[in-house]
Structure formats: C-alpha cells, structure tokens
C-alpha cells in the first residue's frame, strides 16, 4: 500500500497536502468496516481508502509534537506509515473505530522517529525513559505556569507526576539539553597553541606500541621459562604438570592413576612434587635474567 502523497519535500509540498485532505471526508463506522472486511479479503484499494479517510487525524497527532524541534512534515511522514500499519493489522468484527485503534501506531511511529533523530546518542533505553523523554516538557511548562516556584522545587514535582526519582529527571533533562558535538569539530587546542578537534583530547583504549611490544615480549620469555622449566621434570611428572595444570581441560586424578597404575593418592603426591620443581626453576630462571 502506498500513499500519493508527499508531505516532506517542501513548505510548499506540504501545504498542498494539508489543503488536499480537505476534500477527503471521514468514513461513517458502516462504510469503514466494509471497507476493513474488503481489505482483509485482499482489497488493496479497500486499505487504501481507509489510510486516505484517517489522514487528517494523523496531522492533528503530528502537530502535538512539534515542539521537539522535528520537521512537521517528517512527523506527518512517520505518522502516515504508522496509519498503514494500523490499517493492517485492524480488525473489524472488534467493532472500534479505525482511528480508536490507530492512534497507538501512528504515536509509536512518531515518538520511534523523534529519539532516533533527537541524537546520535541513543535516549529512551527503557520504557520509563521514554515517558519522561515525553512528559518531561510538558508536565514542567504545565508545574511553572501553575506553581511559579523555583527549578529545584519544579523537579522534584515533576519526579513526583512521572513516578521517577529526581536524579533520573535530572538527568534526562541535561541529556535533552546538551547537543550532538562532532569529534572532527575544532574546538579545543593542541599541544602547538592551534585549534585540535575533541577527538585529540580522547584518550584511547589501545595500549601504545611500545607497551605492546613490552607485554608481548614479556609474555614470550614467561612461555619460553615455562617451557624450559618443564623440560627439567621427569617423564611422569611433567605428563601431569601437562595435564593437570597445562591443558584446557585437565583430567582427575583418578583418571592419572589409572593411566600409570597407582592410586589417586599417589598422582596428587607427584603432582605436588612436580609443581615445587616447576617453583624453584622458575625462580632459578627469574634470578638469572635478573
């Protein structure tokens, strides 16, 4: 199902589109449930008499959130394509009316398109987030011009009326406030005295080369000692020393005695043997490249 109509190109565009809708009549409740049944039977003109019927209502919703700075034409889009889906999935034998129904899509289309263009940074993570994303605004202009007490006091009720703490109001109301910076934009000054983009005050995660290279050579003399540590061992102790404490996954005990013949008892004994050996190599070699 597609629209014909483009409100998003242009003021002029969208004028045209607003004075268009005016020749569209809403639909009585009989001839929007016939209209629905044909739909669903698989009338594709059906649907798109209702979409065309309900477009109004969608630019009234819109309207209600322009102040989130949005063009009005991108909010009628969204909206629009919320109304369609609407219309997909309504059903008439509920016997609501379309627009009953709708209303729930076309806000979740154009509340979805506001946080995601609001900011790269993603906002309403949670669905009480997202309520105050909303009502934030709203419930603030409506405490200021019936209280006129102070910001603090104003955030504390406005904590209050969402069921939030005020730390979480708080919050939020910074993160609206504060905008988008680009990393590549010259704010800031370098080492020279000349502007520097933000990105050069960053630190970075990333050890240097020269820490790289270091814990890289560290971590080649520490396996070449443990290699050479091993050697020193006899044949079944350094088989456990593999097994038990050099493997992914170690064996039991009991798995060791049985493979050499003598009891669990005894492979713990010459395990433990085995590891005061690798020690003191360890500590031989440690002292020796010290």
């Known amino acids: 199902m597609e629209l014909t109509m483009e409100p998003r190109r242009s003021p002029d565009s969208l004028r045209r589109y607003l004075a268009e809708l005016k020749y569209y009549e809403p639909l009585s409740p009989k001839e929007e449930r016939k ?17 065309i019927a309900n477009l109004r209502f969608v630019v009234k919703i819109a309207r209600e959130y322009r102040s989130y700075g949005i063009a009005l034409g991108d909010l009628i889009q969204e909206g629009n394509l919320g109304l369609i ?30 946080l995601r263009n609001w900011s790269l940074v993603k906002l309403g993570t949670t669905q009480a987030q997202r309520k ?31 069921n939030v703490s005020p730390a979480a109001v708080e919050e939020m109301q910074q993160r609206m406030k504060r905008g988008d910076v680009s990393l590549e934009g010259r704010v800031g000054r370098d080492g020279e005295g000349d502007e520097a983009p933000p990105a050069h005050f960053l630190s970075s995660p990333e050890m240097s080369q020269d820490d790289k290279y270091a814990k890289e050579e560290e971590a080649k003399m520490i396996r070449e000692n443990v290699r050479s ?22 064996i039991t005990l009991t798995r060791l005695g049985e493979y050499f013949g ?13 590891k005061k050996k690798l020690r003191n190599h360890l500590e031989e070699l440690h002292k020796l490249a010290a």
């Open 229 to 250: 540590a091993v050697s020193r061992l006899d044949r079944r102790e350094r088989y456990i020393i593999e097994q038990r404490a050099m493997a992914d996954r170690p």
């Open 85 to 114: 889906k609407a219309v997909q999935k309504f059903d008439p034998s509920k016997k609501i009316r379309l627009i009953s129904y709708a209303v729930w899509w076309i806000r979740a289309y154009v509340q979805d398109h506001i």
């Open 262 to 274: 003598f009891s669990r008892e005894r492979a713990r004994q010459i395990e433990i043997r085995a």
């Open 35 to 51: 209209l629905a049944r044909q739909f669903r039977a698989g009338n594709l003109r059906a649907g798109q008499q209702l979409v």
């Open 132 to 162: 105050m994303f909303y009502s934030l605004a709203r419930t603030r202009r409506y405490l200021e011009n019936h209280s006129g007490e102070h910001e603090q006091c104003s955030l504390e009720k406005i904590a209050r009326v969402l």
